[in-house]
């Protein structure tokens, strides 16, 4: 069974504080993913991986920033987080397979930001 | 631009009626693929169903099928016999080869089964 974990299901934090999200998957995938995820608008790409220390900006990276130092983990952080950050956080890992490769989700961060 | 539109905000269906969920795409690739995922109330998106575009037949897993129209770009998600633990967002996502992996994911429909 694929796993992608996150390591916190809730999160309260201060404006102005440095928030790390992170993601871990134990399948050796090379592409991770991290979304925010916000009523009425879907799943919007923050930021994506497609190896160890590559990364790419997605629709929404203002704000945010990544580091991928390792193959099995995926940090989102938040420098400066603000009220207008507080959503949830997923993040998913592409399994590379017939017919199509396919990504998997972890269970979610929702970050409240006070 | 890759594009996906789920028209249905919310929809209820009573328990073991059967419901469809809408579902169109924009996209100028002829390598793609589509998917539908779920995500339970406070619980994790899990993948539902997918189809390949370059397949004519209509996937389908157990009560879940889709009807897969190429020319109109619509991928609708049919749910047959529903069940209570059937309701959950439902996002429908395109990804396309050559795009980085990206998905692209519809607004989603909220589907409530009523007992």
């Known amino acids: 069974d694929v796993k992608v974990t996150q390591s916190s299901r809730y999160l309260v934090k201060r404006t102005g504080e440095k928030v790390f999200l992170e993601c871990v998957q134990d399948?050796?995938?090379?592409?991770m993913f991290w979304y925010r995820q916000d009523p009425g608008l879907g799943l919007r790409l923050i930021y994506f991986?497609?190896?160890?220390?590559?990364?790419e900006k997605g629709d929404i990276p203002e704000g945010y920033s990544v580091s991928r130092e390792k193959k099995e983990r995926f940090s989102l952080i938040l420098e400066s987080a603000s009220t207008n950050q507080t959503s949830m956080y997923l993040c998913?890992?592409?399994?590379?397979?017939?017919?199509?490769?396919?990504?998997?989700f972890g269970p979610g961060t929702r970050l409240t930001v006070l | 631009a890759q594009t996906v539109t789920q028209s249905q905000p919310e929809m209820s269906v009573q328990e073991a009626e059967t419901v469809t969920l809408s579902c169109t795409y924009d996209?100028?690739?002829?390598?793609?693929?589509l998917f539908w995922y779920k995500q339970p109330p406070s619980r994790q998106m899990i993948l539902v169903i997918r189809?390949?575009?370059?397949?004519?037949q209509n996937a389908t897993e157990n009560r879940f099928s889709v009807n897969f129209q190429k020319a109109a770009k619509s991928f609708s998600l049919k749910i047959s016999d529903s069940q209570l633990g059937d309701t959950a967002m439902y996002f429908c996502a395109l990804f396309w080869q050559g795009g980085s992996e990206k998905l692209v994911f519809g607004k989603g429909t909220k589907l409530t089964v009523n007992p």
């Open positions: 996209t100028s690739e002829s390598n793609y693929y």
């Open positions: 399948m050796d995938h090379e592409n």
């Open positions: 991986s497609y190896d160890v220390k590559m990364k």
């Open positions: 998913a890992s592409l399994i590379r397979s017939s017919p199509s490769d396919t990504q998997y």
């Open positions: 189809q390949e575009a370059y397949k004519q």
